[in-house]
């Protein structure tokens, strides 16, 4: 499962020539679950579940709840990948 976060950030720059604005994408995918499922006896087992899988759609109930294993998504590993793209600009090129 994919899930996609926009964050728009503005960068003010010290000079009054030009202006600089950056947007950031940030991608949040949930890996393999870590649950220790044996943590209650003083031993260390997973279930081998690869990948987070919500067991229903966005907003239902169970969006938080894995389908493959039956773990809430905090116990899965999260990946974030950062994607930053900057626009500068310059009085003269917007035509004031």
């Known amino acids: 499962m994919r899930k996609r976060q926009v964050i728009l950030k503005r960068d003010k720059s ?6 600089t604005s950056s947007l950031t994408l940030r991608t949040v995918r949930y890996g393999e679950c870590q649950k ?3 943590a209650g006896i003083g031993g260390y087992a997973v ?4 990948e987070f899988m919500a067991s229903g759609e966005e907003g239902a ?3 938080l709840m ?3 294993c ?3 998504r905090n116990f899965h590993r999260r990946e ?3 994607e930053a793209v900057s626009e500068s600009s ?3 090129s917007n035509g004031k």
């Open 90 to 92: 310059s009085p003269s």
């Open 61 to 63: 109930d169970g969006e």
């Open 66 to 68: 894995c389908a493959a």
């Open 80 to 82: 974030v990948e950062n």
């Open 36 to 38: 220790n499922h044996a």
């Open 47 to 50: 279930d081998g579940c690869r």
């Open 14 to 19: 010290f000079s009054r020539n030009t202006t």
């Open 70 to 72: 039956g773990c809430h």
